[in-house]
Antibody
């Protein structure tokens, strides 16, 4: 299984853009086999799927976030990224990157999660 | 978009009890459903994928059945390590993937 590690600012101001990166190790992102995904969880709440992208293909996004979400893959850096624009306090959450196994295997690998707080 | 509804939201049980959690989809997701377990402050982990396939290393007391719109996760004999929250998620192609709202299994 690949290993995943999130990185990015822990504090973002309202109306600004949240940017997170997930670094993939123990495997090449360009080899395929996974849908690279972002999931978040507000304090005391359930899991919310943000979106995913295969190594090549279209991005599948949560409709409630669709207009604000961009997910991209950088095969040279072996990373994938999340951009969420126009953030508000409601976007404060632990953000997880995750690798869904192609063929329907569910999430095979998770990052450890990173808390992003939206506050001025 | 496909909505996933879990029941119950909270389940109180004792060690040794058999428990069942239900997940209903607003339209068919085929067999494209996974179950996850999450403990407080921890990363979720997959228990079941493609509705009924047990993830490697997961105890056999966990099982999943279902197809289409109705799915269940069963723990045959609840163990102390099983008190946690459980989530279903569909991941059918050409549709946004969705989690259920979660079921918290607590000690009675």
């Amino acid at each position: 299984q690949v290993q995943l590690q999130e990185s990015g600012p822990g504090l973002v101001k309202p109306s600004q853009t949240l940017s997170l990166t997930c670094t993939v190790s123990d495997g090449s992102i360009s080899s395929g086999g996974y849908h690279w995904s972002w999931i978040r969880q507000a304090a005391g709440k359930g899991l919310e799927w943000i979106g995913c992208i295969p190594t090549s293909g279209y991005t599948n996004r949560n409709p409630s976030l669709k207009s604000r979400v961009d997910i991209s893959v950088d095969t040279l850096k072996n990373q994938f990224s999340l951009r969420l624009t126009s953030v508000t306090a409601a976007d404060t959450a632990v953000y997880y990157c995750a690798a869904y196994r192609e063929g329907g295997g569910g999430v095979g690998s998770w990052g450890q999660g990173t808390l992003v707080t939206v506050s001025s | 978009d496909i909505q996933m509804t879990q029941s119950p939201s909270t389940l109180s049980a004792s060690v040794g009890d058999g428990v069942t959690i239900t997940c209903r989809a607003s339209q068919s997701v085929g067999g494209w459903l996974a179950w996850y377990q999450q403990k407080p402050g921890k990363v979720p982990k997959v228990l079941i994928y493609k509705a009924s396939n047990l993830e490697g290393g997961v105890p056999s007391r966990f099982s999943g059945v279902g197809y289409g719109t109705e799915f269940t996760l069963t723990i045959s004999s609840l163990q102390p390590d099983d008190f946690a929250s459980y989530y279903c998620q569909h991941y059918m192609d050409d549709s946004p993937w969705t989690f259920g709202q979660g079921t918290r299994v607590e000690m009675k």
